[in-house]
């Protein structure tokens, strides 16, 4: 009894000293009320009014009448179901683009420098360029008057880049990076013997990769899946310039207030959505993130011995080099 309170005096104590910092630095405080202010206005009171818009009605209160009007949309429905797919598409194929790219980069010898920087481009592309770059791109070479699609291949009026095709082809583009890197830092994690071990015993390359590699990958493949249909089902620019007639919810919500001039009901589907997105990061952040720590844990204790056979290290970087 007499260890507890004391262990509960301590945390009291530290909480203590913890208030007279911040109160006794006058910088950190007025960043501290200034970040607040910002957070309020940008961030909580903007949530406010779309949660108020979308359970009240000056008519008649708190009334559930708005939701029911929003999941009643057939538009809406479609939507939605057109959301979930495309998310989990494009979750899919960046999973497995992202795992090829740094299992090359982490394990396969590359001979030239040309081919490590390119790694570091496709990791740093889409974070600095804009949302819709690949949509204009793509339309740019495969749309209707596309420089492939007109002037090589000489069709006229293609649209079979514009839809779900298109959609999945850029997302997939924008957001395979992010699984990219986050499999890199787990194969760097992983200790190389442990993987010679199963080789000195026997076991074929792709026998290691199917029975050590990928399940010590598997947290981070589930971590890297939802963090991408997060991106995915919240995209705007994508679905508005290459998306057609293909309706997610973000475009859907958009032509609600610009069409419809139904704010409400735009509210409403504004926050099934973010319940959506909320309920994955929630589960990204508090379930997978608690596994993976639990799998992995410190760095390799030494290097790793990369792949030089040619019967591997050409057919795996030349499909990079396509991609």
């Known amino acids: 009894m007499s260890q507890s309170l004391s262990a509960k005096e301590l945390r009291r104590q530290g909480r203590a000293l913890d208030r007279k910092k911040v109160l006794g630095d006058p910088i950190l405080m007025m960043m501290i009320i200034i970040m607040v202010i910002f957070l309020t206005l940008f961030i909580v009171y903007p949530l406010v009014m779309l949660l108020s818009e979308a359970v009240y009605s000056s008519e008649s209160g708190f009334t559930g009448d708005i939701m029911h009007s929003a999941l009643s949309y057939v538009t809406f429905k479609t939507a939605f179901l057109n959301t979930l797919k495309l998310g989990c598409i494009v979750g899919v194929t960046s999973v497995i683009i992202g795992m090829l790219f740094a299992y090359i980069d982490v394990y396969v010898h590359m001979r030239t420098r ?18 819709f770059v690949l949509s204009l791109s793509l339309i740019m070479l495969f749309g209707r008057t596309g420089f492939i699609t007109k002037n090589l291949m000489h069709l006229r009026n293609f649209q079979g880049i514009y839809g779900m095709t298109g959609l999945i082809i850029v997302q997939t583009l924008t957001y395979f990076p992010v699984c990219y890197l986050t499999f890199k830092g787990l194969l760097k994690n992983i200790d190389p013997s442990i993987e010679e071990a199963a080789r000195d015993i026997g076991a074929s390359r792709m026998k290691v990769f199917t029975a050590v590699t990928l399940p010590l990958m598997l947290p981070g493949i589930g971590n890297a899946f939802l963090v991408t249909f997060i991106e995915s089902i919240a995209d705007f620019a994508n679905p508005m310039i290459i998306g057609g007639n293909y309706d997610t919810l973000a475009t859907t919500i958009y032509l609600q207030i ?11 589907m504004a926050l099934i959505l973010l319940l959506l997105t909320m309920a994955l990061f929630v589960l990204q952040k508090y379930w997978l993130e608690r596994k993976a720590t639990a799998t992995l844990t410190g760095k390799a204790a030494r290097g790793r011995i990369l792949i030089e056979d040619k019967s591997v290290r050409y057919p795996l970087t030349a499909l990079c080099m396509i991609i």
């Open 258 to 268: 610009t069409g419809s001039l139904n704010k409400q009901v735009a509210s409403a």
């Open 114 to 131: 040309f081919l490590a920087r390119m790694f570091n481009v496709v990791a740093t592309m889409p974070v600095v360029s804009p949302p």
